[in-house]
């Protein structure tokens, strides 16, 4: 249905997410906001993205299918606003 196929939609952009958040790179960026930079108005942070990534990931378990859209939903909201957060994205856990 269309919940199945909205839900399908989000999952290339999940992934474009998950890559650019875990690519140190991304915060030599100044304009790219994040709450864990060593220090404000500077690059560097004081974590590795990827390290964290990789345990939310690891402790969200595997990505729901298309075919669960609201489970597909919660896992990718907090996939995009872990905790500890990295403050590289808008909240948006109230709105899932």
Do not use: F, K, M
């Amino acid at each position: 249905g269309e919940a199945e196929a909205l839900a399908e939609s989000i999952i290339p952009l999940l992934d474009r997410w998950l890559a650019l958040a875990s690519d140190g790179a991304t915060y030599a960026c100044l304009q790219v906001t994040a709450s864990a930079r060593v220090r404000h108005g500077e690059p560097g942070l004081s974590c590795d993205p990827r390290i964290r990534l990789e345990r939310v990931v690891a402790d969200l378990g595997a990505r729901p299918p298309p075919g669960r859209p609201a489970a597909l939903a919660l896992w990718g909201a907090a996939l995009i606003n872990p905790l500890p957060p990295l403050g590289v994205a808008t909240e948006v856990r109230g709105r899932v």
